[in-house]
Structure formats: structure tokens, C-alpha cells
């Protein structure tokens, strides 16, 4: 686990202080921005954190403790950050469109953990994807997607709430 933190950090002397620099990795960036959703209504719940974990798994293919161990390393990176533009400008130098669709429905699965849909949420997500250069309809069609998934109940560890 150690390995992995170091790896995405970066293990040079004087490389991983500098706040300003850019995440070493995407998959910190995109923890960063899960972490940053999560924490805009002003609670972190547990259901929170668990699905930002599962995320990272699903995303990355990471085992539990890795995906652990990088949302330590990005609530580093994002408490040291003036904004996410730069989260999301390594994103966008490194997912394809595709990839990109995915993780913006990963942002809605981790909005919904909770259960329900803060004003703040709404606001940061439409600003993601604007960021992520992502159009209203396919912010839209991933949100349904999730809607869906959650009614259905195809989404693993289903939190009960108003959706």
C-alpha cells in the first residue's frame, strides 16, 4: 500500500510539497474531484466514502486498500488546492470522451450515496462538466442512467433515500 502512495506521489526529493504542481496521476485527480463532490453538502458520510472507494475500485481496478490508500493520497492533494482546474485539466489531457462519460456518471453515483440531490451538489456536478468539457446532455444521461441503475436496484450497496 505504502508502494502505491509513494508511486502516486512521486518518490523524488521535493516533488510531492508543491501544492501547486498537478496530481502525478489521473486516478488522484479523479479521486480528488469524488472527494470534492462528496464533501460540498458539508457532510462526508459513510456512504460516501464507500461508494468514492468503490468508485476508485470499479474505475481503476484497484483492490480495497489501494483505492484506500489513494483517497488519502487525494484528500493530500485536493486540501492543497486552490481549485479543481487543475484536477480537471489532467483529467481531460487523459480520458477520452468515453472515459470521460464514465467518470461523470461515477461523480452522480457518488452525489447519490447518500440518497438525495443538495443544491451544492447540483451546482459543483454542472461545473465538472463544464470543466471536463462534458455538454448538458450527456451530464443529463448519466444522471438517469444512475437514477435508473439505483430504482432498478442494479447499483451495488443501494443507500435507501429520495432520489
Not at 481496478?61 to 493530500?76: I, P, Q, S
Not at 440518497?115 to 451544492?120: F, I, Q, V
Request: net charge negative; aromatic share 6%; with cysteine.
Amino acid at each position: 500500500m505504502l508502494d502505491l502512495v509513494r508511486r502516486i506521489l512521486g518518490s523524488g526529493e521535493g516533488d510531492a510539497g508543491d501544492a501547486g504542481a498537478p496530481p502525478r496521476d489521473v486516478s488522484v485527480a479523479a479521486c480528488a474531484v469524488f472527494l470534492e463532490m462528496a464533501h460540498i453538502d458539508g457532510r462526508f458520510t459513510e456512504e460516501e466514502r464507500r461508494s468514492v472507494v468503490r468508485q476508485l475500485r470499479e474505475e481503476f481496478g484497484l483492490a480495497e486498500e489501494d483505492a484506500a490508500a489513494l483517497a488519502v493520497a487525494a484528500r493530500e492533494e485536493r486540501e492543497g488546492s486552490l481549485d479543481l482546474w487543475r484536477f480537471t485539466d489532467l483529467i481531460n489531457q487523459n480520458f477520452t470522451d468515453e472515459e470521460k462519460d464514465r467518470l461523470i456518471e461515477r461523480i452522480w453515483r457518488v452525489v447519490y450515496a447518500d440518497g438525495r440531490l443538495d443544491a451544492h451538489e447540483d451546482y459543483l456536478v454542472h461545473q465538472l462538466a463544464h470543466l471536463l468539457r462534458l455538454g448538458h446532455r450527456r451530464l443529463i444521461e448519466a444522471k438517469l442512467r444512475v437514477l435508473r441503475d439505483r430504482r432498478s436496484g442494479a447499483e451495488p450497496e443501494r443507500e435507501r433515500g429520495e432520489s
